[in-house]
């Protein structure tokens, strides 16, 4: 096996995957439709609800071809019955994508918006549940992936089950990576995609969740044809397959991560991703950045940093000069602030770090930033 030049990818997914894994995207032809690949997907549906630790009766998961976003559109689209309306938390990009989607399908929805670096307020989210009855489902994001700020899901799908809403988390950018207990959590529904946590290839993506509450589902409005959860649920049910051509090769990519995701464990896979984070952030202090959100606030994946006050500073020529170096940075979804992020997704150690704040030190140092950098403001 020849090795593949290995880039460090530090943006927020697709993340760095091991050559192994790229490796098992080459197979022999198949046809998507033979019994052999219909019981590869049933393994690979239970281990994605095994890995947020749900049980097989209780839960199930549903594969379906696209990207993240995908799973955000499907979750909203489909789980909403007539005469009812969505309450979306949101206190950051990825959950102003899901009110835009409720937007585009006409959803009745409530957008309860937050500062972008604090965490939702409790209480407000239980007065607007109490006062809006016909809540039936309760959105938020797990990892808001635009800053690194982590919410509380397991206190906020409490209270939407005391007021008989479902929960529904857009856990794309900490599934497989921060432990999450579907159960324990109060999560009905999550999602995620092949290309973050799991380390394998975008084109695949997922939605774990409650059966009942798919079943129950039949019966609500239909709002799309591609992207329906129910009518892709019953299809596997019957058959074992996707309704439409599935991702094959990522498929095979999925399934060698998994197996290589149980090799490492998820203690150790979180331990590995906390150590990046840790030298993420122990960088970025030494040279002075500052940072969006407080410490306590932080995912533990995510760091989004501000671009210090120095005229030399350009984060294009930075990008550029490490990107031509095999590091790759990403820059921030805040509008008003000017940020960068370093994520800790991946196949990668604190060593990648280290050797990653060289190069970037490098750059500071070859356009004239001064370090440790500036801020105008205190
Ligand atoms: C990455 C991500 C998505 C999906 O984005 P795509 O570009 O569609 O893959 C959705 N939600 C969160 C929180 C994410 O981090």
Known sequence: MEKIKRNILLNPGPSTTTDTVKYAQIVPDICPREKEFAGLMKGLREDLVRIVHGDLDK??????????????????????????????????????????????????????????????NLEKIEETLKSNQDISLVYTTHNETGTGLLNPIREIGETAHRYGAIFVVDTTSTYAMRPIDIEKDNVDFCMASAQKGLMAFTGLSFVVGNRAIIEKSKDFPRRSYYCNLYRQYDYFERTGEMNFTPPVQTIYATLKALEEYWEEGEEAKWARHTRVFDAINEGLDELGFKQVIAPELRSGLVSTAIYPDDENWDFEKIHDYCYEKGFTIYPGKISGTNTFRLCALGAIDKEDIDAFFITFKEALAKYGVSVPVKYNTK
């Not at 689209?77 to 990825?94: M, P, R, T, V």
């Open 59 to 120: 839960y199930t998961s549903v594969l379906f071809c696209g990207s993240g976003t995908i799973n955000m559109d499907i979750c909203l689209n489909s789980l909403l019955d007539e005469g009812k309306k969505i309450l979306i938390i949101n206190n950051g990009a990825y959950s102003s994508r899901a009110a835009e989607i409720c937007d585009y399908y006409n959803l009745d929805y409530i957008n309860m918006s937050f500062p972008i670096d604090e965490q939702p």
